[in-house]
């Protein structure tokens, strides 16, 4: 199935560094989400995104919808070690008959105490 | 805690045989997605309920696959004659009442030996 680009696909930090990752898309969608899953959980919803240059922020997490709709960023300021998880990009073109989300394939954040 | 409980967390099965999978959603909330996780992927879509209505079923969803949504409540996924590639984590998720966040479950992982 159709999967959106992440990248990096890994990043191996030093606790306090800042994060930043993106997403891109062929596809313009009028919704962008991201999350976080740690190991045998489910993904948990961080940050909504709704218009194309909205930015949003939820603690040290802050998310960006690109211009174009076709991309979207987040970072993760100060990092602390409970960050550590995969985090994923999510596109919705919401109002449709589903509203079904398309994921990315993942950035696997690593944070060295 | 999403308030999306799914069951079992994890189920080991031979292949060649049938198991049933179980998701409650919030009670309020009337659409229900299954989404399908192997390792080192993001979810993939699978199929969407409105209240009892399934609306749409991906073409990952052989006809091995079964899920019903009985009076628009409670979700149940089947998967008949387990094959080794059925091995992956089954998601279930609920969206809010406006319908753009999705909200997932823990999931249930599934291992077929």
């Known amino acids: 199935g159709q999967q959106l680009n992440q990248s990096p696909q890994s990043m191996f930090i030093q606790e306090g560094e800042d994060v930043s990752m993106n997403c891109t898309s062929s596809s313009i969608f009028n919704t962008w989400l991201w999350y976080k899953q740690d190991p045998g959980e489910g993904p948990v919803l961080l940050i909504a995104l709704y218009k194309a240059g909205e930015l949003t922020s939820n603690g040290r997490l802050t998310a960006q919808f690109g211009i174009t709709r076709k991309d979207s960023f987040l970072n993760i300021s100060a990092s602390i070690p409970s960050d550590v998880g995969i985090y994923f990009c999510?596109?919705?073109?919401?109002?449709?008959?589903?509203?079904?989300?398309?994921f990315g394939t993942g950035t696997l954040l690593a944070v060295q105490p | 805690d999403t308030g999306v409980s799914q069951d079992p967390r994890h189920k080991i099965t031979k292949r060649g045989q049938n198991v049933t999978f179980r998701c409650d959603p919030i009670?309020?909330?009337?659409?229900l997605y299954w989404y399908r996780q192997t390792l080192g992927q993001g979810p993939e879509f699978l199929t969407y309920f409105q209240n009892e209505a399934q609306l749409e079923k991906s073409r990952l969803l052989s006809d091995r696959f079964s899920a019903e949504r009985p009076k628009g409540s409670f979700s149940t996924l089947e998967i008949q004659r387990t094959e080794q590639g059925d091995s992956a984590m089954y998601l279930c998720a609920n969206s809010d009442r406006g319908g753009e966040k999705l909200f997932f479950g823990s999931g249930t992982q599934l291992s077929v030996l």
């Open positions: 009670s309020e909330h009337n659409r």
């Open positions: 999510a596109g919705l073109n919401y109002g449709g008959a589903t509203n079904k989300l398309i």
